[in-house]
Nanobody, 115 residues
Framework: QVQLVESGGGLVQPGGSLRLSCVAS????????IGWIRQVPGKERKEVSC???????SYTNSVKGRFTMSRDNAKSTVYLQMNNLNSEDTGIYYC?????????WGQGTQVTVAS
């Protein structure tokens, strides 16, 4: 089946780091843009990062310089390396095929940044 499965979330102290993983199945990862979308209750969804098929990667301003998205197409896996985390990074992170306007979403992985 066509599926995206996130992992790697958890509880981390401010200033810490996490690496999220997203494993794709049922389709060829190379042919699609993949994004990381953050959802916080009461707030709009935020496109944290988007990796396009043309090789470009975009980031929302609040994470620039701290987050890095990467792909390993051979492993059908997308990563989001998150460094110097702060409380504003807290939320459920979804891996999405097609970024914000994508058609396939993962189940999400919770990231909580707190002391």
């Amino acid at each position: 089946q066509v599926q995206l499965v996130e992992s790697g979330g958890g509880l981390v102290q401010p200033g810490g780091s996490l690496r999220l993983s997203c494993v794709a199945s049922g389709f060829t990862l190379d042919y699609y843009s993949i994004g990381w979308i953050r959802q916080v209750p009461g707030k709009e969804r935020k496109e944290v990062s988007c990796s396009s098929v043309d090789g470009s990667t975009s980031y929302t301003n609040s994470v620039k310089g701290r987050f890095t998205m990467s792909r390993d197409n051979a492993k059908s896996t997308v990563y989001l390396q998150m460094n110097n985390l702060n409380s504003e990074d807290t939320g459920i992170y979804y891996c999405v095929r097609g970024c914000f306007y994508g058609d396939i979403w993962g189940q999400g992985t919770q990231v909580t940044v707190a002391s």
